[in-house]
């Protein structure tokens, strides 16, 4: 593999988000789908054969609780199952190990009817038995008191209210739960594995999925094997390896010469590259990540909305998209909500202001700032192209000289979120529910967090978020509450929305039934019709 300079050095050209999903296609590429040729197609679907897919980054832990990246989740959604999972579209949900949940009338309790066919796979300390509401009160209030990213927030206590049934009592009303219990941070596992294994658990995952852990080679692979006792549709893969391979050049080659079937995270010109290959095909689609600039809402002269304003006015996003992007990979992003959220709306795409410098400048000569002023931008390295464009962009319309201030990401998360950074360059990546979009990065009381250090802070759209997260659980109800509430936020300019990222894979031909999720995950076999086979 190549030094970690050298991947620095690559990434300097393409934007990751910073803890989840990524990546690739612009509006006008010949790639714009997440679907095989074959999806419809009426291919008998073969058995056999193990499909090997290329991971970009090594995984620490494949704890539930302990895991804190994205890679480390596609291998624990693999040999873990959820008590629910989101349709392909990610519009809704699908039962997994539940086949039914209630709401309370309150909005703080949910129960859950499981399956009483899910059983473990075999390992040290248990021989695969049956999973029981035992395992699911086991497994969720680890989650709840111990998970290092809080996957699983506000959930009281756990009941257990039968064999095959479970009530979560919530502290307050929370839309947003049921979306947190897709996590593979909440999949469910047996409490005598845990105990037995210790602080080794996370190298001996167990669980209820389609396949089971085999062996763990560091730095190098992880191998699958088929669960024979799997409650759901019967894999048609008789196991998986993700092959650890962090270099995209490297990743790029491994799909070329056969050493993988799937390749993930293609970016930059290796989107080219997959593109001009006849054996291969580069899947790509609107994904859950946007990138934005935060503009200081409290101190300096951004704290003016004038000033924002004009800011917003005089930046050209398409030209800072196409330039980042040249390859394709990212869209132009109108408003704080990915295109893949169903809380997005085509009719607001409107409230995007258009770029006119001349109406920019008059805009600022409003202000006590008409001739420009000195600030500074931070930014991840991998996003300084992002900077360097609008920082000409400020000094050619407006006068503004912005310095950029590249820095490591615990150095600029901490003074982006204390409110200390005039301007910060930032990525968001979550669920499709906008609560994660919205709530976490406009409403008040995230003031001191990384997603508001800006210091936004407007008391509707306050009120707008709080009803739509604990007032109704229907979805067409809350969207119309987030849609307001981006109406006002948006004329506020508090952060210039810059461009909404794809997710992208290259696959062999002979893959077939594999899509790309908006979310980033990687599906297999899953429960939301999910089963993808070799044809060789």
Known sequence: MHSLALRKLFFIFILLSTAFIISACSSDSKSETGTTDDTASSE????????????????NTLDPIKYTG????????????????YNKDLSGFKPSIATKWEVSEDMKSYTFTLRDDVYFQPGKYQDGRQMTAEDVKFSLERSAKKSALN???????????GEFKVTLHLNEPNAALLAMLTDAG???????????WGEQFGAHLIGTGPFQLKDWQTDQAVELVRHDKYWGEKPHLDGVTFKIISDPTMMANAIRSGDIDIATDIKGQ????????????????????LTYIDLNNIEGPTADPKVREAIYKATNVEKIVKGVNQWGGASVSYMPLPKESWGYSKDLEKLKPEYNPKEAKEILAETDYADGFKTELYVLEKRSPYAVIFQNQMKENLNIDVEIKVAEWGTLSEIAAKGKAPMYIGGWSWYPDPYFFLNQTFHSDQI???????????EKVDKLLDQANTKTVDQDERAKLYQEAIKIAMGDFSRIELDNLDIT????????????????????????????????
């Open 70 to 85: 994205a890679y480390e989740s596609q291998i624990i959604r693999q040999i873990g199952d959820t008590l629910l999972v």
């Open 448 to 458: 001191g967090s990384l997603g508001n250090g800006r210091g936004y802070s407007n």
């Open 186 to 196: 909440n999949i469910i596992i047996p409490k005598e594995g845990v105990e037995g």
């Open 270 to 289: 290796n989107r080219a590259v997959i593109e001009k290959d006849k054996n291969l095909k580069l899947l790509s689609k609107s994904g859950l990540s």
């Open 151 to 161: 996957r699983l927030s506000g959930v009281d206590s756990i009941e257990v209210t």
């Open 505 to 536: 894979a290259a696959i062999t031909k002979n893959v077939k039934g594999f899509e790309v999720s908006a979310d980033g995950s990687i599906n297999i076999v899953k429960p939301n019709g999910t089963n993808v086979w070799l044809n060789e």
């Open 44 to 59: 008998v679907p073969k058995d056999g054969g193990v499909l090997d897919v290329g991971l970009s980054s090594n995984p």
